[in-house]
């Protein structure tokens, strides 16, 4: 006997968990199918992202942070502290409570919403009279049917040939998010968000982190200016960050790493380090969907091929997230997510790519929008840039965190703004206003016109648009 429901989702991650309650919302009879399991078994819904990606990296991200602020800055403030301790074991404590609140925030959710939730491994079995047949493996198997199937498997780490993760010495995002003591030396193999994100997390509590990087530019999808900057500010403050490696052998002991690469000038060179972090990308994660079974097609990178509005091959299956195309990113995933329940409804979803926020979560912390100067360099097309340093904003020197700019790019003849770019304090906040304003096609006389409250970081935004007519009032 199967149970039957207009849509079947499966994976629990902001892409699947989002797109199912929306689809509830809209009036369909919704299942949601995840296999997440928390350490006692049960169902911990929220994906990589609430499980062992965007969450738990942002609570360690501040325990770390409010660590760094004790022992190096409190003092500016005549706050004076001795003895200052980290104690690992309750931060990742406070971190795993941080992480069961969420998944039990989506479990809430889905009763909220009239979602049915099915934990267990969802595949497809075959396809049926109007639309297709889901077999749900878990600790109580089921069996579904739906007319619409949306595909939110998200996407697992990529590892190193040859040298497999045993979240013990080589970490992926996951044994990275769980060191149990600070090690005394840590490894980072590339150089992208989660190598700079956790890479500050342990050197913060104490750990000397080496980054090697296989490209020979720093954060290449980052604006030129915004990365130079980041890299200074980031090797003062004592990462090491190695350039245009290429790594060629990686020996993991029972409680050392050895890591053979090359560097940049092809000298051959070691770093031995306590643990390891392998942050090298992510890729698809389609196994256990049975995709055969249903002739699902995979483009030929493993993801779910799919057209510019989530579409499938097979007609009423819908893919969303990680799983396919586009920046891995939750709120991307979760924008998919309601656009595909809407197009189901008939209605008319919509993602607009030119406008997915970027935010990587150091400190200071990077964000930006739309194109960078050297895409707009490349493109051909006019535009103009003016820049406003954090140094002279109000609020910045207040807080005593004055690093970085804002930066904005505008059309040279229209002045539509087409990117802002942000290091500096409160950057994932900041970055907001700019994505609304792009949404609005605004020009940065747009912006520069708006009052903004005194004192505030946000004025700072406001002054790099007074800077593209070079008519900043406080630079
Ligand atoms: P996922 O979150 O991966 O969820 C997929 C779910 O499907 C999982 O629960 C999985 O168990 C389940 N599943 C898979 N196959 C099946 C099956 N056959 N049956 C049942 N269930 C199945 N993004 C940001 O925007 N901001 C951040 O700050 C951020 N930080 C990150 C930090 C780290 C360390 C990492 C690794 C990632 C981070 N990301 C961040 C990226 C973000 O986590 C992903 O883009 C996002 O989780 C993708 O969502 P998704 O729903 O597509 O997939
Ligand atoms: P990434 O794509 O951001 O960075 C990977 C880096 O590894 C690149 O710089 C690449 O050049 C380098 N690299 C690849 N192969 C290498 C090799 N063999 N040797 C040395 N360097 C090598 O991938 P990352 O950091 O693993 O993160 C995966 C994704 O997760 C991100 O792209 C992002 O979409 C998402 N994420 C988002 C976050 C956020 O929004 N704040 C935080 C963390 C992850």
Excluded at 138 to 144: S, T
Excluded at 191 to 212: C, F, Q
Excluded at 281 to 310: H, I, M, Q, S, W
Excluded at 345 to 358: R, S
Aim: glycine share 10%; aromatic share 6%.
């Amino acid at each position: 006997m199967s149970t039957a429901f207009d849509v079947i989702v499966i994976g629990a991650g902001p892409g699947g968990y989002i797109a199912a309650i929306r689809a509830a919302q809209l009036g369909f009879n919704t299942a949601c199918i995840d296999e997440w399991k928390n350490d006692k078994g049960g169902p911990a819904p929220g994906g990589t992202c609430t499980n062992v990606g965007c969450i738990p990296s942002k609570a360690l991200l501040q325990s770390s942070e409010n660590f760094d602020q004790a022992g190096h800055h409190f003092s500016d403030h005549g706050i004076g502290l001795s003895n200052l301790t980290i104690d690992v074991a309750k931060m990742l404590g406070r971190k795993n409570t941080v992480v069961k609140q969420n998944n039990d925030g989506i479990l809430y959710l889905f009763k909220k919403n009239k979602v049915a939730f099915f934990h267990g491994r969802g595949s497809f079995t075959k396809a049926v009279d109007g639309g297709y047949e889901v077999a749900v493996a878990g600790d109580k198997p089921d069996v579904l049917t739906a007319k619409h199937v949306i595909i939110a498997t998200g996407s697992n780490p990529r590892a190193l040939p040859g040298a497999a993760f045993d979240e013990e010495t080589i970490l992926s995002n996951d044994g990275a998010l769980r060191i149990p003591a600070v090690p005394k030396t840590l490894g980072v193999i590339g150089s992208g968000v989660i190598g700079l994100e956790m890479g500050s997390v342990w050197r913060r509590l104490g750990a000397e982190v080496t980054v090697l990087e296989a490209l020979p530019v720093f954060l290449g999808a980052v604006d030129e200016q915004i990365a130079k900057e980041a890299h200074k500010v980031f090797v003062k403050q004592g990462l090491k960050i190695n350039l245009g490696v290429k790594i060629t052998e990686v020996r993991a002991g029972k409680k050392a790493v050895s890591v053979s690469y090359t560097d940049e000038a092809g000298a051959e060179q070691k770093l031995e380090c306590e643990k390891l972090i392998v942050s090298i990308g992510r890729v698809p994660n389609t196994t256990g969907l049975n995709a055969e079974a249903v002739g699902l097609k995979l483009d030929e990178r493993g993801f779910v091929a799919v057209d510019d509005d989530c579409k499938t091959n097979l007609a009423n299956v819908w893919a969303v997230g990680d799983v396919v195309r586009g920046p891995m990113l939750a709120h991307k995933a979760e924008e998919e997510g309601v656009a595909v329940a809407e197009r189901i409804a008939g209605q008319h979803g919509h993602v607009n790519f030119n406008t997915v926020p970027w935010v990587i979560y150091t400190s200071p912390e990077i964000a930006w929008v739309g194109q960078t100067e050297q895409q707009l360099k490349a493109s051909g097309r006019a535009y103009k840039a003016g820049v406003f340093p954090f140094m002279a904003n109000g609020r910045a020197r207040a807080l005593g965190d004055t690093t970085g700019m804002v930066k904005f790019l505008a059309d040279a003849r229209t002045d539509e703004i087409l990117g802002v770019h942000i290091i500096g304090p409160m950057a994932s906040e900041l970055i907001a206003e700019s994505v609304v304003a792009m949404e609005f096609k605004a020009s940065s006389e747009d912006i520069a016109r708006i009052c903004h409250a005194h004192p505030s970081l946000s004025e700072a935004t406001k002054e790099a648009a007074l800077a593209i007519d070079k008519r900043t009032l406080n630079f």
